[in-house]
């Protein structure tokens, strides 16, 4: 069966720090890996996606970056954290058509101080 | 841009009361997601569909492509329906399609 990972589920990291968010999918392969975030009292917004190794789309201009170094692997990194960073950050993966059901992650959820 | 309209923003019921929620977007699309995000965050994908009218459980959501309009409905609520529900079209943006989010509608199902 398909499943997907997320780690950690809770970080509390200081202004400036680096960040590292990794996504693991299994069960599928070639699966579009997707990185959103929901802000505090706000909706969800798709940060990044994927669709194969190395390809990375980023959707919105930020302080933030993806990896996909595996197939099955999606990594959300940042070199120095802003307050505005904090957010819960969801991982998803749909089959390789972009109009195929998105399954989520259990989500990670980051508080800058 | 596709613009996502949920109503109402937040619903409290009693218990076994009938729920709908309503999604309307401003842009075709292929298909839509009904999503469920419990109070800790995790976010599961409920329906997702193109047309018609789908059912599992207790609930129900339809679709009209050419109103673009879907609707959740929830039958004998429970307390554990309490969640928000986000209605998530597929929206096709230059050649790829991606998931376009609405605020969400917080439903509370009281015993």
């Known amino acids: 069966s398909q499943t997907i990972h997320q780690w950690p589920a809770t970080l509390v990291q200081p202004v400036g720090s680096p960040l590292s968010l990794e996504c693991t999918v299994e069960?599928?392969?070639?699966?579009?890996l997707y990185w959103y975030r929901q802000a505090a009292g706000r909706g969800l917004q798709l940060l990044f996606y994927?669709?194969?190794?190395?390809?990375i789309s980023s959707e919105v201009p930020q302080n933030l970056s993806a990896s996909r170094p595996q197939d099955r692997q999606f990594i959300l990194s940042s070199k120095k954290l802003l307050l505005s960073d904090s957010g819960f950050y969801l991982c998803?993966?749909?089959?390789?058509?972009?109009?195929?059901?998105?399954?989520f992650g259990p989500g990670t959820r980051l508080t800058v101080l | 841009k596709n613009e996502v309209e949920q109503s109402p923003q937040n619903l409290t019921a009693q218990e076994g009361e009938f729920i709908t929620i309503n999604c309307s977007y401003s842009?075709?699309?292929?298909?839509l997601h009904w999503l469920q995000q419990h109070p800790g965050g995790g976010i599961v994908s409920l329906f997702m569909l193109s047309s018609g009218k789908k059912k599992h459980g207790r609930l129900i959501a339809t679709i009209n492509i050419q109103e673009k309009h879907s609707s959740l409905h929830i039958t004998a609520s429970h307390p554990r329906d309490s969640a928000v529900y986000i209605c998530a079209p597929l929206d096709p943006q230059g050649g790829s399609e991606k998931l376009v989010f609405g605020k969400g509608t917080k439903l509370t199902v009281n015993p």
């Open positions: 842009v075709g699309i292929s298909a």
């Open positions: 998803a993966f749909s089959g390789t058509s972009g109009a195929d059901e998105q399954f």
């Open positions: 069960g599928t392969s070639n699966p579009n």
């Open positions: 994927s669709v194969g190794i190395g390809q």
